[in-house]
């Protein structure tokens, strides 16, 4: 039998200011919106898929951030203003960020605010109605088209289209705070099912093997261009995973099985904290299995089953994805029909299951939860249902969550010495390696450096202070730099830097007044 296990990985950056309480960005909100209920919802219709959701505890933290109301958002705040009451500096921020949503798939499918968007390209004046109705279709478009179409009051909302109230906007926007409220409910009521399995990252999700050392990147790739100073914080990689378990078992009121580390980075001295954390399984590319046993071609036999790492503190069991399955849903299938994509990847998974006939095995899909669903029509869903209501038929697949396979097929192969690197080339190269990246690891190396010394200073707020270095040490500032289009992801290490500089008590170092990223 051919045991299908997806498995999808929900992540934003941390973008609140921990010193203003403002976040920078608006996307926790718009994906919870539009990806973090919907995605486990669905599968009410479809009970015989088994599916697994991997969930980052910063993002976690961010939507109780806002269920809480205690996390000011720039966007929320100036789409809540009435637009009689926007000022220039106002109307030009909407102009410049409202249309923030992909064009192809959400604009043009609302004649309203694709006319908007046309007005805004020809460089024509906005009025006072064309500015409240693209508050509320900036709102509207990002939430999930299955609530615009459940809940009645957006319905017909959506149906109007245009020339929108004051009263109908803060609809749209109180809608969205009553969204991101189901959340936990929802992902509490699926793990009591069994329906669906859910894991966890690293808390703010770090790459761990940076963090354990940045000679890491060496180690994946002697090539490495290094940070002239080592980043080697252990205890630091330590602490982002047990207080990601201990989230965990917090807000969902069980202990964390399995992890996915984030951008499935690994590496042989990361195990032993994994291991004694408690966590039974972890998920990586399947270039990691390859490099591992030193194979220079691709072995599905060993692919499609889960292996062990058994070491003196324990064993832990890891998997590998396909990773062409995988992208093809994350990547590729976006551009087809659903029929010819799903028609597409049941071919393969027939392929599979003739190639293994009568022999269990495991194909694991592991990708993107959230971004890739805005370039398929319709979010995502049409290709969905087509998908899940094929799987539901098929006669020669199961699919499974994670742990239910492994507790009914262990592994059986234990793997001497795991590589290191991640899904990208099985290296480390999209964080460390340009300059602008191994600046900013020399600055985070420098201000860790700080830290440690007052590290028993009575003077400083202590607990605000590992907390803003642990936001930092995240992987998604280190992968935009040298490649950020409008600088948002340098803005915020800078920021984050800065007030860890000011919660330190110390000067502000000048060089994080000027982007690091010319």
């Known amino acids: 039998m051919l045991y299908l296990a997806f498995i999808y990985h929900m992540h934003q950056p941390y973008y609140k200011n921990l010193l203003t309480q403002e976040a920078e960005l608006p ?149 969205q705070l009553e969204i991101l409220e189901e959340i936990f409910p929802v992902y509490r009521k699926f793990a009591d099912s069994g329906q669906v399995e859910f894991t966890v990252s690293p808390y703010y ?8 050392s940045t000679m890491q990147a060496r180690e994946a790739n002697p090539k490495s261009f290094l940070p002239t100073r080592e980043f080697a914080y252990p205890k630091d990689a330590e602490y982002q995973v047990n207080d990601a378990v201990k989230y965990y078992k917090e807000k969902l009121g069980r202990p964390a099985v399995g992890m996915w580390p984030s951008e499935e980075s690994v590496c042989e001295e990361i195990l032993p904290m994994l291991i004694k954390s408690g966590i039974k399984w972890i998920v990586t590319d399947e270039g990691m299995l390859f490099k591992s046993l030193k194979l220079t071609k691709r072995n599905a036999r060993l692919l499609y089953q889960p292996h062990k790492l058994v070491r003196k ?33 049941m071919g393969h998974l027939e392929n599979i299951a003739k190639a293994f006939k009568n022999q269990d095995i495991l194909v694991p899909i592991a990708m993107d939860g959230e971004n890739a669903w805005e370039y398929f029509a319709n979010d995502g869903h049409d290709f969905l249902n087509e998908l899940y209501g094929r799987l539901s038929e098929a006669k020669f697949l199961k699919t499974t969550t994670v742990t239910d396979y492994l507790q009914k097929f262990p592994p059986k192969y234990n793997i001497k010495r795991l590589a290191a690197g991640s899904w990208i080339f099985s290296d480390f190269g999209k964080w460390i390696g340009n300059p602008y990246k191994n600046k900013a690891w020399e600055h985070l190396a420098e201000a860790r450096e700080v830290l440690e010394s007052l590290k028993d200073s009575p003077e400083i707020n202590l607990e605000l202070a590992w907390k803003q270095m642990h936001v930092l040490e995240g992987s998604d500032w280190f992968w935009w730099f040298g490649e950020d289009p409008n600088g948002d992801f340098d803005k915020l290490f800078r920021m984050h830097m800065a007030n860890l500089y000011t919660i330190l008590k110390k000067e502000i170092p000048p060089y994080l007044s000027k982007p690091i990223t010319p």
């Open 27 to 175: 996307w926790v909100r718009l994906h919870g919106v539009k990806d973090y209920v919907d995605m486990v919802q669905i599968l009410e219709k479809y009970p015989s898929i088994h599916q697994t959701f991997n969930l980052v505890p910063s993002l976690l933290e961010q939507v109780e951030d806002y269920t809480n109301r205690t996390v000011k958002d720039k966007f929320l705040e100036l789409s809540y203003k009435p637009a009689r009451e926007l000022t220039q500096v106002d109307k030009d921020f909407i102009l410049e960020r409202f249309f923030s949503i992909n064009k192809d798939t959400c604009i043009v499918a609302f004649p309203r605010y694709y006319q908007l968007c046309c007005n805004k390209r020809d460089k024509k004046e906005f009025n006072t109605q064309d500015y409240l109705d693209l508050q509320a279709w900036f709102n509207l478009a990002w939430i999930d088209p299955s609530f615009r179409e459940s809940i009645p009051e957006l319905k017909a909302i959506v149906t109007k289209g245009r020339f929108f109230t004051e009263e109908e906007k803060r609809l749209v926007l109180d809608k």
């Open 205 to 212: 999700h770090p790459i761990l093997p940076l963090l354990y």
């Open 313 to 345: 503190e324990g064993e832990i069991s890891i998997i590998f994805r396909d990773r062409n399955l995988s992208d093809l849903i994350g990547f590729v299938y976006q551009r087809l029909t659903p029929k010819q994509a799903v028609n597409d990847f």
